[in-house]
């Protein structure tokens, strides 16, 4: 399989340089580790947000580091949780005083090196309180490869948005980690696959799919999913994705929802927007208000063909939050 890369072992360090080169204003490398940070960081007497976890998943995590979102991300090796080491070096240059959130999505070795390293930065700083959230908005699937419960997925990036927004008004500590645990209390995303992902150090595809297969529920490491099945049309598709989303999150009837298509970091665009056109009829259909719609590569599973669809129910005070400005090199909200 062709791919535009040098040496594998090179992977991540290239490509974290690459990204600094590209938003110097915006991001910078924690020397000597896989971490970036807000190119302000600290910001001194706000919450900090931050979050990581294995490359592949571009622009997720660090993608949204600036400010409005994400002050801090680790990057692990390709699907590997960052050592708690590299966690412990990220809270430490993100500590501004206010207290440091962590964003963790549920797979066992995020959630094991993030407590361990939130750990080891409080023994190094007395004054430093760390919050948590762990983010499991995938309703396809419970206790899978990688995971006790569910997976977390492409809902974290309304995790992000809110939790920074809520740090960058003033709000304390506690009061970001509620405002980021409604949205996981209220979000739900199910994704399927087209084909697999290819790893750079192996070069071939990670599962085996056939030329007519797909499949449902998938995770975005290539986790199996729920069923594999024929191919099926993009109406198909996106209605067996919104409704196990509609009835996991069951919003009120005529409630507001932000939503999400996703693409999985190999499907155009133009299919994006085909599967996002069914989802708005079927949202329609349950008396639901599109408040707000993205539709993107929001968090990848590196060249893998697929999509996701995320549905968050809304109050006012998440609407405020995900309203606010926030500027980040992947995801710009002006006033």
Same mark, same amino acid.
């Given at each position: 399989?062709? !791919?535009?890369?040098?040496?594998?072992?090179?992977?991540?360090d290239?490509?974290?340089?690459?990204?600094?080169?590209?938003?110097?204003?915006?991001?910078?490398?924690?020397?000597?580790?896989? *971490?970036?940070?807000?190119? #302000?960081?600290? @910001? /001194?007497?706000?919450?900090?947000?931050?979050?990581?976890g294995?490359?592949?998943?571009?622009?997720?995590? &660090?993608?949204?580091?600036?400010?409005?979102?994400?002050?801090g991300?680790?990057?692990?090796?390709?699907?590997?949780?960052?050592?708690?080491?590299?966690?412990?070096?990220?809270?430490? &240059?993100?500590?501004?005083?206010?207290?440091?959130?962590?964003?963790i !999505?549920?797979?066992?070795?995020?959630?094991?090196?993030?407590? $361990?390293?939130?750990?080891?930065?409080?023994?190094?700083?007395? =004054?430093?309180?760390?919050?948590?959230?762990? @983010?499991?908005? /995938?309703?396809?699937?419970?206790?899978?490869?990688?995971?006790?419960?569910?997976?977390? *997925?492409?809902?974290t990036?309304f @995790?992000?948005?809110?939790?920074?927004?809520?740090?960058?008004?003033?709000? #304390?500590?506690?009061?970001?980690?509620?405002a &980021?645990?409604?949205?996981?209390?209220?979000?739900?995303?199910?994704?399927?696959?087209?084909?697999?992902?290819i790893?750079p150090? !192996?070069?071939?595809? $990670?599962?085996?799919?056939?030329?007519?297969?797909?499949?449902?529920?998938?995770?975005?490491?290539g986790?199996?999913?729920?069923?594999?099945?024929?191919?099926?049309?993009?109406?198909?598709?996106?209605?067996?994705l919104?409704?196990?989303?509609?009835?996991? *999150?069951?919003?009120? #009837?005529?409630?507001?929802?932000?939503?999400?298509?996703?693409?999985?970091?190999?499907?155009p665009?133009?299919?994006?927007?085909?599967?996002?056109?069914?989802?708005?009829?079927?949202?329609?259909?349950?008396?639901?208000?599109t408040?707000?719609?993205?539709?993107?590569?929001y968090?990848?599973?590196?060249d893998?063909?697929?999509?996701?669809?995320?549905?968050?129910?809304?109050? =006012?005070?998440? !609407?405020?939050?995900?309203?606010?400005?926030a500027?980040?090199?992947a995801? $710009?909200? $002006?006033?």
């Open positions: 399989m062709k !791919k535009l890369i040098n040496e594998p072992d090179a992977y991540v290239e490509m974290l340089r690459g990204m600094v080169a590209a938003y110097p204003q915006q991001v910078r490398r924690v020397e000597g580790t896989d *971490v970036l940070v807000r190119a #302000d960081a600290p @910001v /001194d007497g706000e919450v900090s947000i931050v979050s990581g294995g490359s592949g998943h571009e622009p997720t995590h &660090a993608g949204y580091l600036g400010e409005g979102m994400l002050d991300a680790a990057a692990g090796e390709v699907f590997t949780s960052p050592t708690a080491d590299q966690l412990e070096e990220m809270i430490t &240059a993100c500590n501004g005083g206010a207290g440091v959130l962590m964003v !999505k549920n797979y066992e070795g995020d959630v094991m090196n993030f407590e $361990t390293a939130g750990e080891m930065a409080g023994m190094e700083a007395d =004054d430093l309180d760390i919050a948590q959230v762990v @983010v499991n908005d /995938d309703v396809a699937v419970e206790d899978s490869l990688y995971t006790s419960g569910r997976r977390g *997925v492409c809902g990036i @995790v992000h948005k809110a939790a920074g927004a809520a740090a960058a008004r003033g709000d #304390d500590l506690e009061e970001v980690r509620q &980021a645990q409604t949205v996981v209390d209220n979000v739900g995303t199910m994704g399927m696959a087209l084909t697999s992902c790893t150090e !192996k070069g071939e595809e $990670t599962f085996d799919l056939g030329e007519d297969e797909i499949e449902l529920g998938i995770g975005i490491h986790e199996p999913g729920t069923e594999r099945t024929e191919a099926m049309s993009a109406d198909a598709v996106a209605d067996h919104t409704e196990a989303v509609l009835e996991d *999150v069951d919003p009120a #009837d005529g409630a507001e929802v932000a939503m999400i298509v996703n693409g999985m970091g190999g499907t665009l133009s299919e994006l927007f085909i599967v996002n056109r069914r989802v708005q009829e079927l949202l329609d259909e349950r008396g639901l208000q408040w707000d719609a993205w539709v993107g590569d968090m990848t599973s590196l893998m063909c697929g999509c996701s669809v995320t549905v968050l129910e809304l109050d =006012d005070e998440t !609407k405020e939050l995900l309203a606010a400005p500027d980040t090199p995801l $710009t909200v $002006t006033d």
